[in-house]
T-cell receptor
Framework: DTGVSQDPRHKITKRGQNVTFRCDPI?????LYWYRQTLGQGPEFLTY??????LEKSRLLSDRFSAERPKGSFSTLEIQRTEQGDSAMYLC???WGEGTLLYEQYFGPGTRLTVT | DAKTTQPNSMESNEEEPVHLPCNHS???????IHWYRQLPSQGPEYVIH???SNVNNRMASLAIAEDRKSSTLILHRATLRDAAVYYC???????????FGKGTRLSVIA
């Protein structure tokens, strides 16, 4: 089975460096979401795509964050000039979406980012 | 988004039923009640959802109060693998992203 996969699983970086994470969704899913989770909190929504179009961005997604989903398949999340406050688990999820019909989201295992 | 209130933590003995409560007094008529859980070191996973009627699936049952201001997730026989954080989420038909609270951390004792 190919569930949602994320790469890398762990990333340690120095403050000020740029990092990029990749998410491969379930192949037939047209919607892809990014969430961020800090210790002891539930995941917080960052952004989502329907196919290649980025339809919504949270105000949490500062100018240093950018996400893409070229060709509506995998997605990348880039953080520029990382700060210690960016340390978190970055979760990707995918689902099928059709109009107002809601389908469950399938989550990947996450990428844990540590900024030193 | 409408808010939910859940206890921070609950404890259950293995093989016993578990009732996880959720209050959502400001729920609107088009909000669905979703439950997800997050096992240690994993991403969240879908458990169940419902609108007005009680729902059952292979993982759990969802009991929804008649006024829809509260609901209860029922695990019929808790196992050690059910130890997780359980999130109750309200989701309107136009709300695609999930809005998570802090959830309830369920501990299962052997």
């Amino acid at each position: 089975d190919t569930g949602v996969s994320q790469d890398p699983r762990h990333k340690i970086t120095k403050r000020g460096q740029n990092v990029t994470f990749r998410c491969d969704p379930i192949s037939e899913h047209n919607r892809l979401y990014w969430y961020r989770q800090t210790l002891g909190q539930g995941p917080e929504f960052l952004t989502y795509f329907q196919n290649e179009a980025q339809l919504e961005k949270s105000r949490l997604l500062s100018d240093r964050f950018s996400a893409e989903r070229p060709k509506g398949s995998f997605s990348t999340l880039e953080i520029q000039r990382t700060e210690q406050g960016d340390s978190a688990m970055y979760l990707c999820a995918s689902s099928w979406g059709e109009g107002t019909l809601l389908y469950e989201q399938y989550f990947g295992p996450g990428t844990r980012l540590t900024v030193t | 988004d409408a808010k939910t209130t859940q206890p921070n933590s609950m404890e259950s003995n293995e093989e016993e039923p578990v009732h996880l409560p959720c209050n959502h007094s400001t729920i609107s008529g088009t909000d669905y009640i979703h439950w997800y859980r997050q096992l240690p070191s994993q991403g969240p996973e879908y458990v169940i959802h419902g609108l007005t009627s009680n729902v059952n699936n292979r993982m759990a049952s969802l009991a929804i109060a008649e006024d829809r201001k509260s609901s209860t997730l029922i695990l019929h026989r808790a196992t050690l693998r059910d130890a997780a954080v359980y999130y109750c989420i309200l989701r309107g038909i136009l709300n695609t992203p999930l809005v998570f609270g802090k959830g309830t951390r369920l501990s299962v004792i052997a």
